[in-house]
């Protein structure tokens, strides 16, 4: 049984890793299930064994993004004192993490937008999450008395969007260098933007690594 399950597991993988793939390549419109199922391995009765169809497949890479953000931004807030420079190294974390893994990025922040009422209503739900944990370490921020009141929910969204600007610029630009490059010049402008500068804050060296 335990065979069986790690088998079945194994193929889910490989399914989900092909679709990244197919997805990122062809795009959501395009993709179709014969070559997501011929990329991993597997017949397409294997692949609808797993997933029904194609929105349960970006809806699954979906979840399993977010998994992955979310646990690289909390072990990169474990390693962070001030409640600013956890919020900054959580949303950088997001810009190195997909900058590591190109196909998930695109998927997450350009396939899945207009393929669905559904799938659109999830992304909002994933951008609200890591919005929250943002806005909440901006919150403790002003209760410390490290930075100024602000709207806090409203920087939350500018950074994500911020954020979300720069990665697709990077995904639709082919002589883009590294997406960590770009670290420096954003970490700069999202202490800026809650009034504080890069030499007040400390420092965040292997936060994101």
């Known amino acids: ?115 669905g009422p559904k799938l659109n209503s999830r992304i909002m739900e994933l951008h609200q999450s890591f919005e929250t944990v943002i806005e909440e370490q901006l919150d403790d921020a002003i209760a410390a008395g490290a930075i100024e009141p602000l709207d806090t929910r409203v920087t939350a969204q500018a950074w994500v969007g911020i954020l979300n600007a720069v990665l697709t610029r990077w995904l639709l630009d082919p002589q883009a260098g590294p997406l960590n490059d770009l670290f420096p010049t954003l970490r700069r402008l999202l202490l800026q933007s809650v009034g504080l500068s890069v030499h007040k804050s400390s420092e965040m060296a292997g936060t994101t690594s």
């Open 1 to 115: 049984m335990a065979v069986k399950q790690a088998r079945a597991r194994d193929r889910q993988q490989r399914i989900l890793e092909a679709a990244a793939d197919v997805f990122a390549q062809r795009g959501y419109g395009d993709a179709v299930v014969e070559e997501i199922a011929a990329s991993a391995g597997t017949s397409k009765g294997g692949l609808y064994f797993h997933f029904p169809g194609k929105e349960a497949l970006l809806m699954a890479l979906l979840d399993h993004t977010s998994s992955l953000l979310m646990g690289r931004v909390r072990t990169a807030m474990e390693n962070q004192e001030a409640p600013v420079d956890k919020a900054a190294a959580a949303l950088l974390t997001l810009l190195r993490t997909l900058g590591k893994h190109r196909s998930l990025a695109r998927i997450f922040a350009m396939e899945a937008l207009g393929a």
